[in-house]
Nanobody, 117 residues
Framework: VQLQASGGGLVQPGGSLRLSCAAS????????MGWYRQAPGKQRELVAI???????NYADSAKGRFTISRDNAKNTVYLQMNSLKPEDTAVFSC????????????WGQGTEFTVSS
């Protein structure tokens, strides 16, 4: 089982970006999926999570600007980010709780983006 994230890059302040993270391998079921970020010099923090049923939860800094969604048929979670600010610059990592032979948490590789003019 592995998670593959994509969508990073350079974006101007006020711009938008969408991150994707696809789970692959021998997957029985996927429960919660989410995105975390780690800004330079800071600890990793939760950005948004979504349950298998579509219930979402956001960090205060993400509310109103970011939208998490998932496509269960594709085992993929997305993070649509709008009105980006320089302080959003970070390495974003996706997470999923997956049943393979048991329930375990899996992390994707980080995808980095920079908000700068």
């Amino acid at each position: 089982v592995q998670l593959q994230a994509s969508g990073g890059g350079l974006v101007q302040p006020g711009g938008s970006l969408r991150l994707s993270c696809a789970a692959s391998g021998s997957i029985g079921s996927i429960n919660g999926m989410g995105w975390y970020r780690q800004a330079p010099g800071k600890q990793r923090e939760l950005v948004a999570i979504i349950s298998s049923g579509g219930t979402t939860n956001y960090a205060d800094s993400a509310k109103g600007r970011f939208t998490i969604s998932r496509d269960n048929a594709k085992n993929t979670v997305y993070l649509q980010m709008n009105s980006l600010k320089p302080e959003d610059t970070a390495v974003f990592s996706c997470y999923a709780r997956i049943y393979h032979t048991r329930w375990d948490g899996y992390w994707g590789q980080g995808t980095e983006f920079t908000v700068s003019s």
